[in-house]
């Protein structure tokens, strides 16, 4: 079983940064990939950024690439997602999640992949 527990939402500005984090419970937070997802109302849930249990690997959704960077730090059960160039597009309710298996693109776009997920936090960029 893995909790996880996400922070660092807030209201910024168009163009500006914002670091969420994602902290987990359990002693086996590498064996997890970890994925964040996003939600905006009226809209479905979107892939944003996922990075496999070691870190070595990253996959991103094209809205965010080369704006956000997903990290983790297995030493803290943790994982961020830096949020740089913020669109007001990028407004939205952002959850994290959790999910063992492969670490494959087509995996790890897809919510049902994933077996865990935290509460979210509210990301809102102003325009």
Known sequence: QVQLVESGGGLVQAGGSLRLSCAASGRTFSSYAMG???????????????????????YYADSVKGRFTISRDNAKNTVYLQMNSLKPEDTAVYCCAARTGLFYSGYNSNHNRYDYWGQGTQVTVSS
């Open 36 to 58: 964040w997802f996003r939600q905006a109302p009226g809209k479905e849930r979107e892939f944003v950024a996922a990075i496999s249990g070691s870190g070595a690997n990253t």
